[in-house]
């Protein structure tokens, strides 16, 4: 079966342009996660998804952030006029949800780079 | 004060050594609580979730004490394979269940 899958694995883009990430969960996964990690540093929350229920944005850095989950699967994160700081692995999480049933599943990332 | 902070790393330490993590929460209505590796430039994976009781996985020993709100994570006989970083993860159901992830705690195994 697949893998939680994220796309594109790489992307280099100037100052102030957008960005969209994708996440492909694996099928019948209620939640899904994104986190952002800078080069040598933790895993930064920035947004939760579980079921219907409205997302947990409490992460979102600023407001030039924003992701969305389309049907209860595939979710993109958009990042608006990048910064340099925005520079970073983003990372992508789902698991089956619930109680008991929270063993996150990740993809391998997306190294943003902004020049 | 963050929500979940670990030992500052990194750790290193020689082949067979005993090596002890540990991680406290500050949210007091946390209920799962887990330990996650990972291998440099990797995402991170499950190494075991802790129980209340405390559990053990082979050469892995993991305890939670709810009164001090801290969880450990022992290693025993360390291998050059058990090199990564370790990092504790907690969920807060009053917060919606998201996870939480600490910042992590290098280890680096010698021969």
């Known amino acids: 079966g697949a893998g939680v899958s994220q796309s594109p694995s790489n992307k280099v883009t100037e100052k102030g342009k957008d960005v969209e990430l994708r996440c492909d969960p694996i099928s019948g996964h209620t939640a899904l996660y994104w986190y952002r990690q800078s080069l040598g540093q933790g895993l930064e929350f920035l947004i939760y998804?579980?079921?219907?229920?409205?997302?947990?944005k409490s992460g979102l850095p600023s407001d030039r952030f924003s992701a969305e989950r389309t049907g209860g699967s595939v979710s993109t994160l958009t990042i608006q006029r990048t910064q340099q700081e925005d520079s970073a692995v983003y990372l992508c999480a789902s698991s089956p949800g619930g109680k008991g049933n929270e063993k996150l599943f990740f993809g391998s990332g997306t190294q943003l780079s902004v020049l | 004060r963050k929500e979940v902070e670990q030992d500052p790393g990194p750790f290193n330490v020689p082949e067979g050594a005993t090596v002890a993590f540990n991680c406290t929460y500050s949210?007091?209505?946390?209920?799962?609580f887990f330990w996650y590796r990972q291998d440099c430039r990797k995402e991170p994976k499950l190494l075991m979730s802790v129980y209340s009781s405390g559990n053990e996985d082979g050469r892995f020993t993991a305890q939670l004490n709810r009164a001090s709100q801290y969880i450990s994570l022992l290693i025993r006989d360390s291998k050059l394979s058990d090199s990564a970083t370790y990092l504790c993860v907690v969920n807060s159901y009053n917060q919606g269940g998201k996870l939480i992830f600490g910042q992590g705690t290098e280890l680096s195994v010698k021969p």
């Open positions: 949210n007091s209505a946390s209920q799962s």
């Open positions: 998804f579980q079921g219907n229920s409205a997302p947990d």
